[in-house]
């Protein structure tokens, strides 16, 4: 083992970059996961790095990863230069704590597209009811609220319709929007229902009226944290008038009789 801790620290960030950046192999994984034999610490790590439904790809979890690494390398190399193999140590752990948070981070725009989605599909799922009991098909109800919406719903319910368009079938087509925490449920029923010809109607408005209450818990709930959230900028504001019009004077006053 070399006894130059440059050396290691190189080393660490080589087989970390090569483990996160080489791909998968078809059949490794899948036989480690199905085995009898399968490690503990790799369940656990699995279910500590799986990433919420939003956050970044695996490609920039591992590019963050590498950087956190290369920062904390940096660091320690620049503090303890003799540290041995204290520095490959804090290399690993800081590229797992930025796999793993990373993993758990949802950027601005997918936090504005739920809220969209979440204020359009009461209205889209009630619409979509209508046209069923109008004699309509899902395919063609689908059709129509991807006709009279916009956004992230129109989009959502788009891609439905052109998987459907190229052969797939109409259960596996909606269960691709399982993945999506606003439309779970109601994509999981609608795959359900449409495989096994159960009627439609009732189970929409269902999940309409869930939806609607959904969303009007989480408008009073952003409602009553608000208050909260601005007791920091109130102190930003007022904190440095009242150093200056309630303290500075004071201060001011009472040091040339201090030092006089």
């Known amino acids: 083992m070399p006894e130059d801790p440059t050396a290691l620290l190189v080393a660490a960030l080589l087989a970390a970059a090569v483990g996160l950046v080489l791909p998968e ?6 036989r480690l996961r199905t085995g009898a034999g399968r490690p503990w610490w790799l369940a656990r790590w699995e279910g500590f790095a799986r990433p919420v439904p939003g956050a970044p790809a695996t490609e920039t979890r591992a590019r963050i990863a590498m950087t956190a690494g290369g920062l904390a390398g940096v660091v320690v190399l620049g503090l303890a230069p003799g540290g041995g193999l204290l520095a490959p140590l804090l290399v690993g752990a800081s590229a797992a704590a930025g796999y793993l ?7 601005p725009a997918t936090v504005r597209r739920r809220r969209r989605l979440a204020a359009d599909l ?25 006709g009279a ?6 989009d959502d319910v788009g891609g439905v319709l ?12 909606w269960l691709r929007l ?3 925490p606003v439309w ?14 159960s009627t439609l109607v009732d189970l929409l408005r269902r999940h309409a009226e869930r ?29 440095p008038a009242f150093l200056l019009v309630g303290i500075v004077p004071v201060v001011a006053g009472t040091l040339p009789r201090l030092l006089g």
Do not use: F, N, W
């Open 25 to 30: 192999p078809p059949g490794g994984p899948r």
């Open 101 to 107: 948070v990373s993993g758990r981070i949802v950027s």
């Open 122 to 146: 009461p209205g889209a799922l009630e619409l979509m009811a209508s046209c069923l009991a109008a004699g309509l098909p899902v395919r063609g109800a689908a059709a129509a609220v991807a």
């Open 149 to 154: 919406y916009g956004g992230p719903l129109a």
């Open 162 to 173: 052109a998987q459907i368009a190229i052969g797939d079938s109409e259960g596996h087509a």
């Open 178 to 180: 399982a993945d999506d």
């Open 184 to 197: 779970t449920l109601v994509a999981r029923d609608l795959a359900r229902s449409v495989q096994s010809g």
């Open 211 to 239: 939806a609607r209450k959904e969303r009007h818990g989480a408008i009073v709930e952003a409602a009553r944290t608000v208050g909260v959230r601005s007791v920091l900028p109130l102190m930003g504001c007022y904190l």
